[in-house]
């Protein structure tokens, strides 16, 4: 398992965006990705992307306003959010996993961040 810092929540109005950043302590892992948890909401899948050659994944739900990326010589992911809404609010976790390829199961990812709060109001 690796510790992994998420940072960049916060509270701000619809139609806002946030860009929310995951730090790494491992050198390297197969694949990285966000959920979040909205309250009395199971955690949802959002996004993955693999670490070496970046390919991506995308929930139907979010794809057309987040976008996943990272950079690997500072260990970092990040996740922009645009167009927020209401319905984004939730916990946001980033996530990661040491071997295997893309995939939207939490069950598959062993390293996990404490979260990041990001509230939108209306």
């Known amino acids: 398992q690796e510790h992994l810092v998420e940072s960049g929540g916060g509270l701000v109005q619809a139609g806002a965006s946030l860009r929310l950043s995951c730090t790494a302590s491992?050198?390297?892992?197969?694949?990285m990705a966000w959920f979040r948890q909205a309250p009395g909401k199971e955690r949802e899948f959002l996004a993955a992307i693999v670490w070496v050659g970046g390919i991506t994944n995308y929930a139907d739900s979010i794809k057309d306003r987040f976008t996943i990326s990272k950079d690997n010589t500072r260990n970092m992911m990040y996740l922009q959010m645009n167009s927020l809404q209401p319905g984004d609010t939730a916990v946001y976790y980033c996530?990661?996993?040491?071997?295997?390829?893309?995939?939207?199961?939490?069950?598959?990812?062993?390293?996990w961040g404490q979260g990041t709060q990001v509230t939108v109001s209306s």
């Open positions: 491992a050198r390297t892992r197969s694949v």
């Open positions: 996530a990661a996993r040491p071997q295997g390829w893309l995939t939207r199961d939490e069950n598959s990812y062993d390293s």
